[in-house]
């Protein structure tokens, strides 16, 4: 059975190693907000979000386990809160409201018990994210763009796909002048598992300047909501020019096969 393993991030620096899940090995870093590119309009909104929600409950329930070097996978509960901040956007909400509320996972410190801070944490979590996203861009759900899926074919080596955001779309998009957008992908097999990378992701403008945000990748048709790194992707680029959109690399260990694809959703895509 074909099955998602893990989406991991790769950035540029603070590279973390540790152990999951027995058998195979992987790498996370703290997501470096200030690597992206373009300006991270909602890095400012939401980080002081986390603090006034999920923070001080992290930081007190789960500090046993998850801070570096702790055996907590996901170093979410530590002091330094951009540390703390770039682990929980890893770990993702999703998860952490479910492991906390889990009396399997880490119990006493997991149960039902925390469920009432949880549902306070998530709901003014949830509307800081959605505030960021409606108030960066002016970007509604209708400006936003996927491509239609293209069959990878990935080899040890960096090959660029590329969509025409006119032609190319599977929903939204049009009108955009002849823009592109570019991501390189290879696949590296070791040790019995196959892993896609994807980096540099581009943005070429055609005749008309354009504003980009939120970019996240799918293959063969699921969203991989744990690529959180791209979706801070937020640019202008001026017509014909090229912008690069993330410094960081996404990785994804996956049982693949021959015909898998790869699909760019695009939160925001506006002339201007
Ligand atoms: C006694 C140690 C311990 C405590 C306390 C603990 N955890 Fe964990 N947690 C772990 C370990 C070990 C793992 C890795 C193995 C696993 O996934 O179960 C983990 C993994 C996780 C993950 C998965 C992270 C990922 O990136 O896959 C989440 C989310 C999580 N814990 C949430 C919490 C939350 C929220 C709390 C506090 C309410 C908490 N844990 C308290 C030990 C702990």
Known sequence: MRQLTFLFILAVINIVSFQNCGQDFAVRSDLNLASFSAGSSCESQLQPAFEASYGSFLSSTCVACHVPGGPGKGAFAQSNPSAAFSA???????????LAVSSSHASPFTGTQN???INTASATWNQAVAACKAGTGGGSEDSGVVTMPKVMDATATNKDITWNLDT???SGGGGTGG???????????????????????RLKAGSKPLHIEDIMIKINGQTQTLGTTWIMANADVAAN????????????????????????????????
């Open 88 to 98: 929980f956007l890893l770990a993702t909400s999703d998860r952490i409201d479910t």
């Open 115 to 117: 469920q009432t801070a």
């Open 168 to 170: 190319e779309v599977a």
């Open 179 to 201: 823009a592109t957008f570019t991501v390189a992908v290879r696949k590296v097999t070791a040790a019995g598992y196959t892993t896609y990378f994807f980096n540099t992701p």
């Open 241 to 272: 020019a090229t912008v690069s959109l993330a410094t960081s690399q996404l990785f994804l260990e996956y049982v693949d096969s021959a015909s898998d694809t790869l699909a760019i959703s695009i939160g925001v895509l506006e002339t201007r």
